[in-house]
């Protein structure tokens, strides 16, 4: 592996959400983790996590997996996103293991255990990220290869915890400053238009500035407000740059 230096110097300057997760995955599979779920929310209320659409979600878990997981809502019930929510910083699987032996998890909390007992989700780490505002939440979910225990975790964290941190926490900060469109995808030109409503130019203005009509204008915003499902332009204008959608430099040819 190269040292812990020049693999967050290569972190740093990952130029695309794709290219920095499989710099991550690779060096967390060298730990032994090798199925991770990077998770993140701006959406977060006290009774809901907001539209799944809405989250940043990476992983190199199978679709399989996933679809349990994610879309068939078992992530709303799992033991380890119950304490991410509620803390910060890293916390070993054994926590679920205690709070099981204690009878301290809900019906579907003990659900979600079994169903990942079945496929081999068994050890493991959490890493929650402390959040600056109440409506976000983000975290990573750390899987030990399977049949690994959480013993042989727990010695991995032992020598190499605090580095994985640092790692995980640079990954999570510069996620949330790359592009991520997600399920909600904007076109060249639906984009053109909200960064010209982000400057403040009316739908005459803009018109103007690109040589159509005002009509054509409305249609593409429409658009907009449909792919990335709000109601107002102004909402359209917040989630685009929340996902830093907004000014974005093409790569290069």
Known sequence: MTSVIAHLEQLSNAQS?????ALHTERMDAYGFDRIIYGFTRYRTTQSLGDPQDWVVLTNHGPAYMEHFIDEGLAHHAPMVRWALENDGACSWRWMAEMERTDNLTPSERKVLEFNRRVGVTAGYTISFRSISHRTKGAMALTGREGMSQDA?????ARHGDEIIVMNNLVHLKILTLPYSGARHLTKRQREVLEWVGDGKTTQDIALLLGLTSATIEKHLRLAREALDVETTAQAVLKAA????????DPPA
Do not use: S, T
Not at 17 to 21: K, M, N, Q, V
Not at 153 to 157: A, D, G, R, Y
């Open 242 to 249: 929340f996902y830093n959608q907004m000014f974005v430099l």
């Open 153 to 157: 975790v727990e010695q991995v964290w």
């Open 17 to 21: 959400i794709e290219d920095l997760w």
